[in-house]
């Protein structure tokens, strides 16, 4: 019964912003760290951004840096990303993922568009 559900995928406008969320259940949160993955069509699944267990650390990857902001409240059992100037090429489902040593759980996406 582990489960991670995306939610806050839409159509945007460039430079839009969007709030991905990510709620959790059937194990144990706060353990676990957290990532946001995206697949843009055609493509294969790309890191996104990264937060360990407790938020104190944040890692991103190039494309992303300065626009988005992965967050999370182990009080409500979610991982967010906000993102901000949204591009084209932002557009893909978009994923979460926790991660606990060698033990892993993912979601089934929500899809983000950005288009004029």
């Known amino acids: 019964q582990v489960q991670l559900v995306e939610s806050g995928g839409d159509l945007v406008q460039p430079g839009g912003s969007l709030r991905l969320s990510c709620a959790a259940s059937g194990f144990t949160f706060s353990n676990y760290a957290m990532s946001w993955y995206r697949q843009a069509p055609g493509k294969g699944r790309e890191f996104v951004a990264y937060?360990?267990?407790?938020?104190?650390?944040?890692t991103y990857a190039d494309s992303v840096k300065g626009r988005f902001t992965i967050s999370r409240d182990n009080a409500k059992n979610t991982v967010y990303l906000q993102m901000n100037s949204l591009k084209r090429e932002n557009t893909a489902v978009y994923y979460c993922?926790?991660?606990?040593?060698?033990?892993?759980?993912w979601g089934q996406g929500t899809q983000v568009t950005v288009s004029s």
């Open positions: 937060i360990t267990s407790t938020g104190g650390s944040k």
């Open positions: 993922n926790a991660i606990w040593h060698l033990l892993t759980h």
